[in-house]
C-alpha cells in the first residue's frame, strides 16, 4: 500500500481533542474520491483569482479548474516528466496571466498561459542554486517567484522567468531556520512561511531579514501538528493545521482567535487539510485532502476582547512608567521569551541586580535621561531569542510617546516593538488581545550615550494616542553594536504629550 505524500514520513496515531466553537460556518462542498473529472485523490493546493479556482489534484498528477460556485470546468496535465506532464503537482499560482505549478517529483516548476497552454519551466533536482528537493509550494508577487524548495530547507526567489534571485534559510529551528518548509505567502511586504517540522509560522520582511514566529508543537489553541499552509489577507492569518484537523485563525501580529473544523468526514470536518484560500468575499476554501474534497466556508467573524472605555484624562507630565521604587505604581508582571537573568518579580525590585524591575526604577524624570549609578538595574537576558516584558501600570493610561534607553554593558537591544492589550485584566504573552501598534515589524533603536550616572540619547517614538492599562515590550539583539550573547535593556518610559 503506498504512503501518502500528505504525511510524508509520519506513521503515527494522534488523538484530535474536538475544536471550540467557530466564528465560520460551513457552507457548501465538492468533489469526491476518484479519478474522473471533478474527483481528486488527495487535492493539495488551492489558488482562486476572480472567476476560477484552481486545484493542485496530488495523486492524479494534474490541475483542474472549477467556477466560484465549484462547477468543474477543465483539467489539464497528466502523469509524466514530459513539458505539461506532473509527478504529484503540489501547489498553483496565477500572477500577471500566467500560471505556475510546482511539479514536486519532477524538482522543478512549470508556467503554463491563461489558456493552460505550456510555456516554460526551470529548475532541477539537487540542492545548488536554482534547483531543488522536492519543492512543496509557491507565491509569485512584485514580479518574484518565492519557491518553497522543502528538503533543501529554505526558500528559492527567481525572477518571473525563472532566473535565480536569492535565497534565505538553511536547516535547523533557530530563527529564520526551516525544517521542511511547506508553504509561503507574500502579503504587504511580508513574507509568511510555514515551518513545518518545526511546527511554527515564521514571518520576514522583504529583504528576507527575521521579522516574528508563532506557533509550537501542540493540540492546544495557538498550537499546531505538521501545519501545511497559510493564506494572509488585510485582517488575519489563516493556517491548515493539517495533523490536528482544523484551521486555526490568526490576527495580523500571530496571536490567536479561533479555529474551524475537528476530525471527521462529516460538514465541516476534516481528514488531514492541506491547503487553504480565500476569495473576495473572505469565503474560506479548504482543501481536505484525505476526504478528498473542497469545504466551503463563511467569512471568519472573529470574537474580541471588549475595550474599556475609561473617562478621558487630561495630558499628564512626567514619566507614566514609574515603578513603586520611583513614586509610581507601574511593575513588571512576566518577564520571559529568552532566558532572563534573575526574573525575580517582586515589588520591591531595585534592591538587587539583574532584576527586571529595574528597568522601571528610574531616578530621573527627565525626558532625555535615564538614571545608571547604585541601585540601578535593568532587564537582561541570554542565550535565547527574543526577550519579553509586560508591564502592569497600575492604572488605564493614555500615552503618545515612548523613549528606550540602552544598557552599557556587554550586551544590547538593536530592535523593539510593543503591543496594547484591549483588557483591563492580565493575560499572556500569545492572547489574541495584544496588538502592536507600531505595526508588527520590530524597529531598529540607537545605540544611546553613557554620561556618568545617565544614559541619554534615547530613542524616541511618537504616535497617534494609544490607552492600555498592560504594555508588552518585545526586544531582541542582532550584534551590530556589540555581542548578541545577551540582550539588555536599560528603561523604557512613557509620557502623554
Known amino acids: 500500500m503506498r504512503t501518502s505524500i500528505l504525511v510524508w514520513f509520519l506513521s503515527l496515531y494522534i488523538f484530535i481533542p474536538k475544536s471550540i466553537q467557530a466564528s465560520s460556518t460551513f ?8 479519478t474522473a473529472s471533478g474527483q481528486f485523490t488527495e487535492p493539495h493546493r488551492i489558488h482562486i483569482d476572480t472567476t476560477r479556482i484552481f486545484v493542485a489534484d496530488l495523486y492524479n498528477h494534474r490541475i483542474q479548474v472549477f467556477n466560484p460556485s465549484g462547477v468543474y470546468l477543465r483539467q489539464f496535465g497528466k502523469e509524466g516528466s514530459g513539458n505539461g506532464e506532473f509527478l504529484y503537482p503540489a501547489d498553483v499560482h496565477m500572477h500577471n496571466g500566467r500560471l505556475y505549478v510546482v511539479d514536486m517529483f519532477n524538482h522543478r516548476i512549470q508556467i503554463f498561459d491563461q489558456t493552460y497552454k505550456y510555456v516554460s519551466r526551470f529548475g532541477s533536482q539537487g540542492n545548488n542554486n536554482g534547483q531543488f528537493s522536492y519543492p512543496s509550494g509557491i507565491h509569485v508577487a512584485a514580479n518574484k517567484i518565492y519557491v518553497i524548495d522543502t528538503f533543501n530547507h529554505r526558500i528559492q ?6 532566473n535565480y534571485i536569492s535565497q534565505f534559510g538553511s536547516k535547523g529551528s533557530n530563527n529564520g531556520q526551516f525544517n521542511s518548509p511547506s508553504s509561503v505567502f507574500i502579503q504587504s511586504n511580508m513574507i509568511y512561511v510555514v515551518d513545518r517540522m518545526n511546527h511554527r509560522i515564521q514571518i520576514f520582511d522583504a529583504s528576507y531579514r527575521y521579522s516574528n514566529k508563532f506557533g509550537s508543537k501542540g493540540s492546544n489553541n495557538a498550537n499546531f501538528l505538521y501545519p501545511t499552509d497559510v ?49 473576495r468575499e473572505r469565503r474560506i476554501y479548504v482543501a481536505d485532502a484525505l476526504n478528498s474534497r473542497i469545504q466551503v466556508f463563511s467569512a471568519a467573524t472573529i470574537p474580541t476582547t471588549p475595550t474599556p472605555t475609561p473617562t478621558p484624562t487630561p495630558k499628564k507630565s512626567g514619566n507614566l512608567m514609574n515603578g513603586i521604587n520611583s513614586g509610581g505604581n507601574a511593575k513588571v508582571v512576566y518577564m520571559g521569551g529568552a532566558n532572563p537573568y534573575n526574573s525575580d518579580l517582586s515589588a520591591n525590585g531595585c534592591s538587587g541586580s539583574w532584576r527586571p524591575q529595574g528597568t522601571l526604577c528610574d531616578k530621573t524624570a527627565k525626558h532625555s535621561k535615564a538614571f545608571c549609578g547604585s541601585g540601578a538595574y535593568g532587564a537582561t537576558w541570554h542565550n535565547g531569542a527574543d526577550g519579553i516584558l509586560i508591564v502592569d501600570l497600575g492604572s488605564w493610561q493614555y500615552f503618545n510617546e515612548l523613549r528606550v534607553f540602552q544598557m552599557f554593558s556587554d550586551g544590547k537591544t538593536t530592535h523593539i516593538r510593543f503591543a496594547r492589550h484591549s483588557s483591563s485584566s492580565y493575560h499572556s504573552p500569545n492572547h489574541y488581545g495584544w496588538s502592536f501598534f507600531l505595526g508588527s515589524s520590530f524597529k531598529l533603536i540607537g545605540k544611546g550615550k553613557s554620561q556618568g550616572n545617565v544614559i541619554g540619547d534615547p530613542t524616541v517614538f511618537r504616535f497617534a494616542t494609544q490607552s492600555t492599562r498592560y504594555l508588552k515590550i518585545e526586544v531582541r539583539n542582532d550584534g551590530r553594536y556589540g555581542s548578541s550573547g545577551y540582550i539588555e535593556l536599560r528603561s523604557v518610559k512613557m509620557f502623554y504629550n
Do not use: C, E
Request: no cysteine.
Open 157 to 162: 526567489v527567481f525572477d518571473q522567468s525563472g
Open 27 to 34: 457552507i457548501s462542498k465538492f468533489g469526491s474520491k476518484g
Open 231 to 279: 493564506f494572509v489577507d488585510s485582517y488575519m492569518i489563516y493556517v491548515a493545521d493539517s495533523f490536528n484537523n482544523r484551521i486555526q485563525i490568526f490576527d495580523k501580529s500571530g496571536n490567536y482567535m479561533t479555529q474551524i473544523g475537528n476530525k471527521g468526514s462529516n460538514n465541516g470536518q476534516f481528514l488531514y487539510p492541506d491547503g487553504i484560500a480565500l476569495n
